[in-house]
């Protein structure tokens, strides 16, 4: 009881405090609300990303794999004069797809790979267009709609026929208000003078995520089509696994490993030449990168904490000062080093708490202004204010210490006569 009517008391005269300087007690106050702002904003930023990474995964299929040259997910460091880890590796060619989608535990087996284009119809052009080689079916796998047209069959993909399906802003760049299905598109593979002429077979509308908006120009041809009539090379194709629906992934991945080092003639002591790539393991990678992206992040946010925690100790050795006669005083009447401790200590925690408070109202504001203007379904986890008030508390303490010691430390006859 003693220990909670000190802290009442500490609290009230905080407050009183803040009150009788305004303007040095805003200033601390702004400080630590920036650091803890920009804290609270990140990790709705890093909350809404993984959300809407976790939400595609689960939309393409959590138990899907791919088979890809080089296992990327992998996090690795080498010097720009080595060669790429993938360089003496084989590529994955379209007959070892097909060949996978025979297999017992294959539903799909779609090849694709990526390359950049140039597309133009009359006068209108649009430069670096995302373009992927890929198999018929790709469409269910990938979160979106056919707003107008279709996907190509399997028959239109073994004929290489000339067709392309493009993003809905391609679409409206290139042709304006005109139905762009059944209309032709010149396509230009890199900076080649020879353009090959492609009909629109559909407009296909991707799902609102957070990359729909970064690759806005985009197409999808039949992959013998952008390899015989682009020249388009496959040298980073792979080739994504849909295991069938009775089969467990761990089957299916076992069947394609001992398909692939078949059809490689790999023997038994030789290392794959290839790599399996599960969902779950991009999905580790991108939760890599948005961990090492938020530490940054937390470290820049930390100068706000830092600024504030100066101004804490500004703030509160000017009050030391302004009220050394309160302090002997109190020490006359019998108040402990311990208590005089405690009540600066308590004094410099409300205000940096005060500014834990503001910075966590910034941070939401912002966090609901992302949420509402982008496609990055931003929200503040319970954990990032718990976290965010715990770091205005122990910055409040921290920088505390010093005027609250000083203050614990005064001689009370000396304190007395102080004008």
């Known amino acids: 009881m003693r220990r909670l009517t000190m802290l009442e008391e500490g609290v009230r005269i905080a407050l009183d405090?803040?009150?009788?300087?305004?303007?040095?007690?805003?200033?601390?106050?702004?400080?630590?609300s920036i650091g803890v702002g920009v804290v609270v904003m990140i990790a709705a930023l890093v909350t809404g990303i993984q959300s809407s990474i976790m939400a595609g995964f689960e939309s393409a299929g959590p138990d899907n794999f791919g088979v890809m040259r080089f296992d990327f997910s992998a996090v690795r460091v080498s010097l720009g004069s080595q060669r790429p880890p993938w360089w003496n590796k084989p590529v994955i060619e379209p007959e070892e797809a097909e060949r996978l989608a025979r297999l017992p535990a294959i539903r799909e087996a779609l090849y694709s790979f990526a390359f950049s284009s140039t597309m133009a119809v009359d006068a209108r052009r649009v430069t670096s267009v995302q373009s992927y080689g890929y198999s018929s079916g790709?469409?269910?796998?990938?979160?979106?709609?056919f707003s107008a047209g279709r996907d190509f069959t399997p028959q239109e993909v073994a004929q290489s026929r000339p067709l392309v399906v493009?993003?809905?802003?391609?679409?409206?760049?290139?042709?304006?208000?005109?139905?762009?299905?059944?209309?032709?598109?010149?396509?230009?593979?890199?900076?080649?003078?020879v353009s090959e002429a492609f009909t629109v077979l559909g407009v296909f509308e991707p799902e609102e995520n957070i990359f729909s908006s970064v690759i806005e120009h985009w197409a999808i041809f039949p992959y013998t089509s952008a390899m015989k009539r682009l020249k388009a090379s496959n040298w980073q194709a792979n080739i994504w696994i849909v295991p069938g629906?009775?089969?467990?992934?761990?089957?299916?991945?076992?069947?394609?490993?001992g398909s692939m080092r078949s059809m490689r003639g790999l023997r038994p002591r030789d290392d794959n030449n290839f790599a399996i790539v599960r969902s779950d393991q991009l999905l580790s990678t991108f939760n890599t990168f948005l961990g090492i992206f938020f530490l940054i992040m937390l470290a820049l946010s930390s100068v706000g904490l830092l600024v504030g925690g100066?101004?804490?100790?500004?703030?509160?050795?000017?009050?030391?000062?302004?009220?050394?006669?309160e302090?002997?005083?109190?020490k006359a009447v019998g108040a402990t080093r311990q208590e005089i401790l405690w009540q600066f200590l308590v004094e410099a925690a409300v205000l940096t708490v005060l500014g834990g408070a503001a910075g966590l109202a910034l941070g939401a504001a912002m966090a609901e202004g992302v949420a509402a203007y982008t496609p990055i379904p931003a929200s503040i986890p319970l954990w990032a204010i718990f976290t965010a008030l715990a770091m205005a508390l122990v910055t409040g303490i921290l920088f505390g210490i010093a005027p609250a010691y000083r203050a614990s430390r005064m001689d009370p006859i000396s304190a007395l006569r102080f004008e």
């Open 327 to 330: 302090i002997g005083v109190r």
């Open 166 to 193: 493009i993003s809905l802003p391609l679409a409206q760049e290139l042709f304006g208000g005109l139905d762009p299905v059944g209309r032709r598109i010149r396509v230009t593979l890199g900076n080649r003078a």
């Open 310 to 325: 100066i101004g804490v100790i500004g703030i509160m050795m000017i009050s030391v000062t302004e009220r050394t006669r």
């Open 245 to 257: 629906d009775s089969f467990r992934q761990e089957t299916a991945i076992d069947q394609v490993i």
């Open 138 to 145: 790709w469409g269910a796998y990938q979160p979106g709609t």
């Open 17 to 32: 405090s803040i009150r009788g300087n305004k303007v040095r007690s805003g200033l601390t106050i702004l400080g630590v």
